[in-house]
């Protein structure tokens, strides 16, 4: 099988290609780096492995047959979509509607990496994917969340339009190795500052909460349900739910650190709540997280370790 990534030399591309990679499929890894790194694929020494350097949101032309195609590329945490909200929006629209056209034009079953954020603040706990969302489309992390928003419908207009085979994953809070140190994200955030003994920053009064499934989970379901019959949005993520003061103590004691924790205003439209329903992937993937919270994040923080973070001068 030849399987095509887009966003491969990501976080969760990289990933994806080294699960496929073992099980023996040919990789195409499509990546422009704006957010993705070299050093996430550089271990890679596979005779069935190719990299090439493309912004989705230009048309892609290959000879070569596609069987599956990954549609992963989009900034994915707050600093990349706030920096870059144009090109947020366009990987989201054109690089969609370039990729599902490339998927038509190779009859290949195409899978949308979505996200929790089309739900946005959401007034419901946990959210089934029967839930429609709480979204400003205005706020400042409007261009990503109707960036997705769209994706999921265009995806679901080319099912019904062009008969192509679609999934679209909606994606919840994942982390693991290959995280970026500036990732904005909250879990290289607390890590970054707890092995340096800087005090974690906590938006709000922490009581926000956030789920957390491991990046081995994650892929895992990824290939579940693109392995699927299943044509309708799926949620992936763990349903554990931690407050996020709580998560910020967990991370301090995992790594020892004498960090203290610092308070600030919560930004624009951060969400209050974030949970996902994973019915439907237990019923129809056979798919729930195996890795708990603690062992997670112990194998995270042994990651961030490696990359030798200096702590801060006192």
Request: charge should be negative.
């Given at each position: 099988m030849k399987t095509l990534i887009t966003g491969g030399a990501g976080f969760l591309?990289?990933?994806?290609c080294d699960y496929l990679l073992e099980r023996g499929q040919e990789i195409i890894c499509v990546d422009n780096m704006i957010t993705g790194s070299p050093q996430n694929i550089a271990h890679i020494k596979n005779?069935?492995?190719?990299?090439?350097?493309h912004d989705v949101t230009k048309p892609l032309y290959l000879e070569e047959s596609i069987d599956y195609i990954f549609h992963l590329a989009s900034p994915a945490s707050p600093v990349d979509y706030l920096k870059l909200p144009i090109q947020t929006l366009k990987v989201g629209s054109l690089g969609t509607h370039n990729m599902l056209g490339f998927a038509k034009a190779k009859k290949a079953r195409f899978l949308l990496a979505s996200?929790?954020?089309?739900?946005?603040?959401?007034?419901?706990?946990?959210?089934p994917e029967t839930y429609w969302g709480n979204v400003n489309p205005i706020g400042p992390r409007g261009v990503y969340d109707e960036a997705k928003r769209f994706a999921e419908a265009l995806t679901m207009a080319y099912r019904y339009a062009h008969n192509i085979e679609t999934r679209i994953a909606r994606i919840y809070n994942t982390y693991g190795p290959r995280m970026r140190l500036n990732d904005g994200r909250v879990v290289p955030n607390f890590i970054n500052q707890a092995l340096r003994g800087e005090d974690l920053t906590v938006y709000g009064d922490g009581s926000q909460t956030r789920s957390f499934c491991y990046i081995s989970d994650m892929i895992d379901g990824i290939y579940k349900l693109m392995m699927s019959g299943y044509s309708d949005p799926v949620?992936?993520?763990n349903p554990h739910e931690i407050a996020i003061l709580d998560f910020?103590?967990?991370?301090?004691k995992i790594t020892g650190s004498k960090s203290g924790i610092t308070f600030k205003n919560l930004p624009i439209d951060d969400p209050k709540v974030r949970r996902p329903d994973i019915t439907r992937a237990r019923e129809i993937l056979g798919w729930e997280p195996k890795v708990g919270l603690e062992e997670g994040l112990v194998k995270t923080?042994?990651?961030?370790?490696?990359?030798?973070?200096?702590?801060?001068?006192?």
């Open positions: 591309g990289s990933h994806l005779e069935n492995f190719t990299y090439i350097n996200t929790s954020e089309v739900y946005g603040d959401p007034l419901i706990n946990p959210q949620n992936l993520g910020a103590r967990a991370i301090i923080i042994e990651y961030f370790r490696s990359l030798k973070i200096p702590e801060i001068e006192r």
